[in-house]
């Protein structure tokens, strides 16, 4: 086999989502695969619609999911010159022509055919227009469009996926493929670039199969050899209809804004029309590489569940090691860090290695970035509860609170070199013996203000034995009132 030279060829229109992330994943894996080269084509002639923000955000979203291309990325709006000659070429070929109709005409012949019950379809009215009559309509300055001729008759190309497909082109009628010798369209600057770049396979989205013949048309006039062409399946939402936000569908730039890893991500669009051998759905880009095989991707629509998509990120947050994470947490909600030390906004100071320790506590019970400071901002922030949250099951007020002062006074008599983990966890043991719950749940609640959080004698060593011992006063002061 060859060795595959293949493109990922967004429009500079909007945000990279889903569906684009996955059909450059797919490229991506299917060339380096094969040891072949993975091109990124920004396909920016559409100047009213493509936008500088658009483009810079498809790069950086690709290589935030770690998706660099091989090569220089090349912009169709910078080979207008080759455009123009192929549109050129044709024209002297006779196989496109230029085209004066106006929208009016054209849409009054439009609804004349929807009337009748026919499908609409150009006329051909300036299909036979002689050299000279174009000459003058040119020369006038009338406005025109370039279209290409179409042969009345249905084809069939083979799509590597799905197998033969036919297309009637007696429903279509020649199709505009220029506004002008220089502003090429969609259906005329693809196949130009493929051509001129090399490409073997064309991997894209299924909604591009009714494109395909029409550029096969633009191969077989040129007399280029087309690329293997492989149509992916539809992404779907959960309920089997069109995929929308709606389901949870974000550009990437949102899912990488809302906390999400790129491996996550990567994993999870993985899996959208494509599945490793065996059970397993946990595989990291590089195994992805060693397995992927285009006859495996699936022809049936794929349906995105978002819940798949957190389960993967829970499970790569818990892998990463806290110093990575230290490096992407945004903590500016909450202070700044400031040589080895973090300020908090309510006056706390940590030292790195208990930032690191409240990021291990948070991402324990966290399904995103964002989440595993918000899991601990007790931390961080000023709290205040509810007195009953101190109770445990069916003990009394008088009960914790004897419990809380037991705790209090055998804090007060550690060092504060010794107020670690270990050493807090064997007083609370002590204490408790075969009650654990009356002792370790009030002091849960009166360092965090919350049901749920992680073991208290982790939290105390954190904040430390002066704000350890003033938390519990302020609970004592609840119970109290």
Same mark, same amino acid.
């Given at each position: ?58 790069? !950086? ?30 024209? +002297? ?6 085209? %004066?109709?106006?929208?009016? !005409?054209?849409?009054? &012949? &439009? ?16 299909? $036979? ?5 174009? $000459? =003058? ?15 009345? =008759?249905?084809?069939?190309?083979? +799509? ?34 493929? #051509?001129?770049?090399?490409?073997? #396979? ?28 492989? #149509? ?38 993985? *899996? *959208? ?13 590089? !195994? ?9 991707? $699936? ?5 995105? $569940?978002?819940? =798949?998509?957190?389960? %993967?990120?829970?499970?790569?947050? &818990? ?8 490096? /992407? ?22 030292? =790195? ?18 989440? /595993? ?10 709290? +205040? ?65 919350? !049901? ?30």
């Amino acid at each position: 086999m060859i060795k595959p030279r293949v493109r990922f060829a967004p429009s500079p229109t909007g945000y990279l989502h889903i569906g684009g992330a996955r059909t450059a994943l797919f490229n991506f894996l299917f060339a380096k695969s094969q040891k072949g080269t993975f091109i990124l084509r920004i396909e920016d002639t559409d100047k009213s619609r493509s936008l500088p923000e658009y483009e810079e955000d498809i790069i !950086e979203s690709l290589n935030w999911l770690g998706l660099y291309p091989d090569e220089e990325i090349v912009k169709q709006s910078q080979r207008l010159d080759l455009y123009e000659k192929v549109i050129k070429t044709l024209i +002297d070929k006779g196989y496109a022509y230029y085209c %004066f109709c106006t929208k009016e !005409e054209l849409e009054i &012949r &439009r609804q004349e055919q929807l009337t009748r019950g026919e499908p609409p379809r150009y006329s051909g009215k300036c299909k $036979n227009l002689t050299k000279e009559e174009v $000459n =003058k309509k040119l020369s006038r300055g009338e406005s025109y469009v370039i279209r290409l001729k179409v042969p009345e =008759k249905i084809i069939t190309f083979k +799509d590597f996926l799905r197998g033969e497909i036919k297309f009637d082109f007696r429903l279509l009628g020649d199709f505009v493929i220029a506004k002008n010798e220089r502003s090429p369209l969609y259906l005329l600057a693809a196949p130009v670039d493929d #051509h001129y770049q090399g490409i073997t #396979h064309v991997i894209r989205g299924e909604d591009h199969i009714p494109n395909t013949p029409k550029q096969l048309l633009i191969f077989k006039y040129m007399e280029w050899e087309p690329p293997i062409f492989v #149509h992916l399946p539809l992404i779907l939402g959960p309920d089997g209809t069109k995929l929308s936000k709606r389901h949870g569908a974000k550009s990437i730039r949102e899912y990488r804004n809302e906390g999400y890893l790129p491996e996550a991500l990567i994993n999870f669009i993985a *899996l *959208l029309g494509w599945h490793p051998e065996g059970d397993r759905e946990i595989i990291s880009l590089e !195994e992805m590489i060693r397995e992927f095989r285009l006859e495996k991707i $699936n022809t049936s629509p794929a349906r995105f $569940n978002i819940n =798949k998509l957190i389960f %993967f990120n829970r499970y790569y947050l &818990r892998q990463k090691d806290s110093k990575d994470l230290l490096e /992407i947490i945004n903590f500016s909600p909450y202070g700044e860090f400031k040589g080895d030390d973090f300020y908090a906004l309510n006056g706390n100071i940590y030292s =790195k290695e208990k930032v690191l320790k409240i990021i291990e506590m948070g991402k324990e019970r966290a399904s995103t970035i964002t989440e /595993i400071l918000l899991s601990v901002e007790f931390f961080f922030k000023d709290f +205040d509860y509810d007195k009953n949250l101190l109770l445990w099951k069916n003990a009394s007020f008088e009960e914790i609170k004897k419990n809380l002062e037991e705790i209090r006074d055998e804090f007060i008599k550690l060092k504060e070199e010794d107020f670690k983990s270990d050493k807090i966890k064997e007083v609370l043991d002590k204490l408790s013996q075969n009650e654990k719950g009356k002792y370790f749940w009030p002091l849960r609640a009166a360092l965090t203000g919350k !049901e749920a959080s992680p073991p208290p004698f982790e939290i105390a060593e954190v904040f430390g034995k002066e704000k350890t011992i003033s938390l519990i006063d302020k609970a004592l002061e609840k119970l109290n009132e």
